[in-house]
Structures are given as structure tokens and as C-alpha cells.
């Protein structure tokens, strides 16, 4: 259930909106992904529930809970990795939206850096698609951390990963997927887009032996 305010309202549509947006491109199969959008004044996010099909996401079908993760309204069952959103609020309270898809090069690339514990990103124009980078010169690192079931470890690590790399604008669960964020979901769904676009174009060149 959304909250009764129409800023909050908006993005909630918008999130769906997206999540449909990443369905169809093929980034969120057989109900994986999450997608969240946190409230600023309340202090709450909505957030997709688990084993939803993101192709069909509604703000009816969102479940509010409070920032530690307990559920404020809805129905159906809470993600296990509501705890990794949460972790990203926190790190990052700025931000105001967390896409978390699953794509075949986000997945490929992740576990072929997985030893190097990042994947870098440099020379590309659309670099310039993150926020606060000007310059394809610069040297986006996208970590990676181990992918788990012990979500506490997890979360645990990921925390670690946003200290580390206090720039980056997504991190990478290694064979698993990618989680970006934005301080609005259009900020997220732009984010997103870039680094899909970039892992693509970093994927396809070690493919085709350039690098």
C-alpha cells in the first residue's frame, strides 16, 4: 500500500514503470530483481516483494516497511535482500531510489573480475552518464563482492564495499547481478542504463579479444 503522498505516489509509479521497463529488456527473468524508492520525510521505503513478476509490478503490489526492515503495510512476503537496500540507505542517504536487476553481461562480467574484486570502466563516453563524472578519462570501479545466502554477511560486506569504493555508483553481487541507485528513480533508471550500456561494451570487447 503507497503512502497517501503524490510525490511519493509518483515515484512509486515511476519505479514500477522501470521495473517493467527492465523486464522487458530482459534484465529481471523468471521474478528476480528488487526495486525499491525510499520516503525522505517518513523515514520509509517501498519495496518490491519477493517472487514477484517484475513485468506485471504495480505500487498496489509494494510493501512499506521502516529502516530496519520491518513491514509498515502489505501483505505479501519481503525480500531476503530487503536487508542489502537498507544497507545502501544507509550508507547512502542521499539516494532516494535502488534498482537491483540481473542481466547477462552484469552477470558475465562479475564473475570474470570477481578475483580482481572490481570491474573497471574507462575511455567510454557514456561514463558520463553517472552522475557527477564529466570526463570518459575517468576510471569508474564497479565492486564485486562474494555472492551469498547468509544475508547478514552479506549485508555485511556490501557495507564494506560502499566504504571502500565511496565513488561508485553500483556494486556487483559476482555471478549474481548488479544494484545501482540514484536520489530519484530516474537518477537510478539513468544509472542503470549507463553501466548496462558499459558492461555490454566492456563484455563484448574481452569476447572479441580487444583488451
Request: net charge negative.
Given at each position: 500500500m503507497v503512502p497517501d503522498t503524490h510525490s511519493l505516489q509518483a515515484e512509486a509509479e515511476a519505479l514500477c514503470a522501470t521495473a517493467q521497463w527492465c523486464y522487458a529488456r530482459g534484465w529481471v527473468p523468471a521474478t528476480s530483481g528488487n526495486f525499491s524508492v525510499r520516503d525522505h520525510e517518513s523515514g520509509c521505503m517501498l519495496i518490491s516483494p519477493s517472487g514477484l513478476d517484475k513485468g506485471l509490478m504495480a505500487p498496489a503490489d509494494l510493501l512499506e516497511t521502516d529502516l530496519e526492515g520491518r513491514v509498515v503495510s502489505g501483505h505479501k512476503k519481503p525480500s531476503a535482500e530487503t536487508a542489502l537496500h537498507l544497507v545502501i540507505y544507509r550508507d547512502r542517504p542521499e539516494m532516494g531510489a535502488i534498482l537491483h536487476v540481473h542481466s547477462i553481461w552484469n552477470t558475465l562480467l562479475s564473475a570474470h573480475f570477481a578475483g580482481n574484486g572490481y570491474v573497471p570502466l574507462s575511455g567510454y563516453e557514456l561514463l558520463k552518464g553517472l552522475a557527477g563524472v564529466t570526463t570518459h578519462e575517468q576510471q569508474e570501479r564497479v565492486p564485486i563482492i562474494a555472492n551469498s545466502q547468509d544475508y547478514s554477511d552479506l549485508a555485511r560486506r556490501l557495507r564494506l564495499a560502499l566504504e571502500r569504493f565511496a565513488d561508485a555508483h553500483g556494486v556487483l553481487l559476482s555471478a549474481h547481478g548488479l544494484y545501482t541507485w540514484g536520489?530519484?528513480?530516474?537518477?537510478?533508471?539513468?544509472?542503470?542504463?549507463?553501466?548496462?550500456?558499459?558492461?555490454?561494451?566492456?563484455g563484448r570487447r574481452l569476447t572479441a579479444g580487444l583488451g
Open positions: 536520489k530519484s528513480v530516474a537518477e537510478a533508471r539513468r544509472h542503470l542504463e549507463a553501466l548496462e550500456f558499459l558492461f555490454e561494451v566492456e
